[in-house]
């Protein structure tokens, strides 16, 4: 995610060492297996030394804005690069607001759900061979002449999208919990009635495996 956003990495795989960074945010994920209300997350970050490591790892993703804005280089690969173009040239108080918000998700959501999504893709393809095979076949005519992959060459690959959609079914990254809650009148979902002001979730763990066994219409 450092290379998407940043245009830089955070060093892990040429140190062999787990970013100090990361090491905070696996200890946040594992509060956020309590599925607090909101309300009471913001309480407890607002509780003077209570959340010293959250707020010193909200801060490490702030800096890395700060850092990419600081170097007045203009690289359109980079996600950060796209997002700064559409900001004004002083980013206002709501536009630095926002690209601090972008720039923690990516870190936080983008670097959890990916790290998650391709250690089940590699336990995937461990258990059955026969499609690590196939997807070896399929992707080797597709490298260019440095051994590399372009995307523009590979996101029409079949048996690549059908494994990473299967492993998505399988093992989605927010298995529940992704709360909503119904307008006061009420909502339909498939012919069924919802009373307004419930709160609901879909939980996508129960619901693709179901879906998958002809439990669903």
């Known amino acids: 995610m450092g290379d998407l956003a940043f245009n830089r990495d955070f060093g892990m795989l ?3 060492q787990e970013h100090w960074a990361i090491a905070l945010l696996d200890a946040a994920m594992s509060v956020q297996s309590f599925k607090l209300p909101t309300w009471i997350f913001r309480i407890i970050v607002a509780i ?3 959340t010293n490591d959250y707020w010193k790892f909200i801060a490490y993703c702030d800096e890395q804005l700060s850092s ?6 203009s ?7 796209v997002l700064l173009a559409h900001a004004s040239e002083t980013p206002s108080t709501e536009e630095m607001n926002t690209l601090r918000s972008d720039s923690r998700s990516i870190i936080v959501a983008g670097s959890d759900t990916t790290a998650a999504t ?3 893709i590699f336990y995937n393809l461990s258990a059955h061979p026969q499609d690590m095979d196939a997807l070896r076949r ?3 005519p597709l490298k260019n002449e440095h051994g590399t992959f372009e995307h523009q060459r ?4 079949i048996h690549l999208n ?4 299967e492993t998505l079914r399988l093992y989605p990254v927010p298995p529940t919990a992704i709360t909503r809650k119904t307008p006061p009148e009420g909502i339909i979902v498939d012919d069924a009635f919802i009373p307004g002001n419930i709160t609901v979730w879909t939980p996508q763990y129960v619901i693709s495996r179901l879906g998958a066994a002809g439990l669903l219409p």
């Open 14 to 16: 040429r140190n062999g």
């Open 48 to 50: 003077p030394g209570l």
């Open 68 to 73: 990419r804005m600081a170097e007045k280089t």
């Open 75 to 81: 690289d359109s690969m980079s996600l950060m690069s």
């Open 118 to 120: 391709l250690a089940h």
């Open 138 to 140: 399929e992707l080797s």
């Open 154 to 157: 590979i996101h029409d690959a």
């Open 162 to 165: 059908a494994i990473i959609n």
